[in-house]
């Protein structure tokens, strides 16, 4: 089933792979603010290997790599090594929240968290006051020599590409059913912003703009805007 909607949505399926064992899984429970806790079981994905992931982006010659915590940092760090050495930008999530290996950082162009994974990465919670935040997270971003976006909820995003300035990206503004997801829409827009030759902030708006308009709707994937929608964001955006 999940091989068949990939399909339908245009997504290449010749390099996935079947394994012995359960598929990953990650039941969601929302309360009635419609904030989420996603319990993740990795199953399968646990058994992606280094060189499968290296292999796919070699094969299919990316403009940007997308990379989370949900199969084995390795794997992923070969992926974005073979990523760097075709010239594609390549973006992490670390999702769900964990510490990152310092061979994925090395590979790393743009460390995407949120708030939570920020604070299990930069070993401090991000503060209220607007000010000591975005120091907070100028200093996490120096220390690691990276760019980051970090994702705010509905407060959008403060992006820092490496050695500029942090500027905070607003998300439009609208009223949540369900914000499961909303990180990987954000993760995707921003990802395809870049992509097509986007500035940054650009991108970001981009992000910001696909999260905000997936909270709208119940669920992950059926949330997402489809063609119709991204094309109409994009319009929105231009305009």
Not at 33 to 58: D, H, K, M, W, Y
Not at 70 to 79: F, L
């Amino acid at each position: 089933a999940t091989i068949a909607n990939f399909e339908r949505e245009g997504i290449a399926t010749q390099h996935v792979a079947r394994v012995p064992g359960s598929s990953g899984v990650a039941p969601i429970w929302v309360d009635g603010r419609g904030s989420n806790r996603i319990i993740i079981v990795a199953g399968a994905n646990l058994r992606v290997s280094p060189a499968a992931a290296e292999a796919g982006v070699v094969a299919s010659r990316p403009a940007v790599v997308i990379g989370q915590f949900e199969i084995p940092q390795a794997t992923t760090a070969a992926g974005f090594r073979a990523a760097r050495a075709s010239g594609a930008t390549t973006i992490l999530n670390p999702a769900a929240a964990a510490d990152m290996a310092p061979e994925l950082l090395a590979v790393t162009d743009w460390l995407v968290p949120n708030e939570t994974e920020f604070a299990r990465l930069a070993g401090e919670s991000l503060a209220e006051d607007p000010d000591v935040e975005a120091r907070q997270i100028e200093a996490f971003a120096t220390r690691l020599g990276i760019s980051v976006a970090v994702t705010l909820g509905s407060r959008g995003a403060a992006v820092m590409a490496a050695g500029d300035r942090l500027t905070r990206v607003p998300a439009p503004p609208v009223t949540a059913v369900d914000t499961t997801g909303a990180g990987d829409a954000f993760v995707g827009g921003f990802a395809v912003g870049l992509a097509m030759g986007r500035d940054p902030l650009a991108a970001a708006r981009l992000g910001c703009a696909a999260a905000s308009d997936s909270v709208t709707r119940p669920g992950t994937q059926l949330s997402y805007p489809d063609r119709v929608q991204a094309a109409r964001l994009l319009v929105a955006l231009e305009g």
